[in-house]
């Protein structure tokens, strides 16, 4: 199974932090977060990952090269300036990603083992993605779960999950969020969720970095 690790947002909320760098180089615990999404799909047994660019991304590049020094294979696919949004970076980049693949947002750090979306069972058509409570910056959520669609508790969508690829079958390429799709596809009974209870932070701002690196230190 292949991952797709997204990069290729502006990350103006980091500024000036990434006026000169992509978010996902920003160091957490002493290496770049992205470089801990690599470590812990390789753990997982995934060791080819596409990784797709656009602000800074010749960084991430130069950087990682071919992956072959963390013991991976890794492809980018190159998007236009500003970026394709999530769903539009994903449909970009299928012909490199294969029948069934795991996404990860660049910008998140968590503890999540991604080995446990390789044993799901997934149905054509279909997607499983990982909530995780709010946090204090997005307190409403976004998505109930799934196997209790009348209840009123929303949690937030941690930015990790596995496709199929054919969840994607039918949109043209082209600048697209993720978020409406997945609503629409939950109401067709089309995405699974699970909430997990552990460690995830959205990297998202400097105030955050800097306590996800306290919180991390020695």
Not at 93 to 109: K, Q
Not at 204 to 212: D, F, N, Q, V
Request: aromatic fraction near 8%; hydrophobic fraction near 40%.
């Amino acid at each position: 199974m292949k991952a797709m690790i997204l990069a290729a947002g502006r990350g103006k909320r980091m500024m000036p932090l990434t006026a000169q760098l992509p978010k996902p180089m920003l160091c957490v615990a002493g290496k770049p977060l992205i470089e801990h999404h690599i470590m812990r799909l390789k753990a997982a047994g995934i060791t080819q990952i596409i990784i797709n660019l656009a602000w800074q991304g010749d960084k991430i590049k130069t950087y990682f090269a071919d992956g072959r020094a963390w013991g991976v294979t890794i492809t980018y696919s190159q998007e236009v300036t500003g970026g394709l949004e999530t769903a539009g970076g994903i449909i970009q980049a299928l012909p490199l990603l294969g029948e069934s693949f795991i996404v990860i947002n660049g910008d998140v750090y968590s503890d999540y083992d991604v080995s446990a979306l390789m044993q799901l069972h997934l149905q054509p058509k279909e997607a499983h993605i990982v909530l995780v409570e709010n946090p204090a910056h997005n307190p409403d959520g976004d998505f109930t779960l799934s196997h209790l669609p009348t209840s009123s508790l929303r949690y937030t969508f941690s930015g990790i999950g596995r496709y199929q690829a054919d969840f994607f079958e039918g949109l043209a390429p082209g600048i697209r969020p993720l978020g409406p799709l997945l609503r629409e596809k939950l109401n067709e009974h089309l995405v699974s969720t699970e909430l997990y209870i552990g460690q995830w932070d959205d990297v998202g701002t400097p105030e955050r970095l800097s306590a996800l690196n306290q919180q991390l230190a020695p």
